[in-house]
C-alpha cells in the first residue's frame, strides 16, 4: 500500500508541476494581458491543487495535512481574486478585452 501512495502521491506532483510549468510557458507565449491571465490563473489554481494534494498523501492524516488544505482553500479564493483584480485594473487603465490589436500597441508603448 505504502508503494501506491507513493506512487499516486508522485503522479499528482509531477502533474502540478507540469500545469505550473505550462502556466508560466503561457505567460510568455500568449499575446495580451487578457489572455496571459486567463492561462496563468487556470493552471496556475489546478497545478497548486494537484501539488497539495500530493504533499498532503506523503504526509498522511497529521496536523501537515490540515495546514495544506487550509493553504488550498486559500489559494482557492485568493488566486480568482487576485485575477479578478488585475483584469479589472487592466481594462481601467484603457486595455480592452474586445480588440487584442489595440492593446498590443498599448503595451509595446506605441501611440494612435
Known sequence: ???ALDIASWALMVLGGGLMVTSA??????PDVFTRLHGASIADTGGAALLLLGMALQAGFTLVTVKLALIGIFLFFTTPTA???VAHAAILGGLSPDDP????????GEKG
Open 1 to 3: 500500500m505504502s508503494l
Open 25 to 30: 510557458i503561457g505567460l510568455l507565449r500568449l
Open 83 to 85: 485575477s479578478h483584480a
Open 101 to 108: 490589436s489595440a492593446n498590443q500597441k498599448s503595451e509595446s
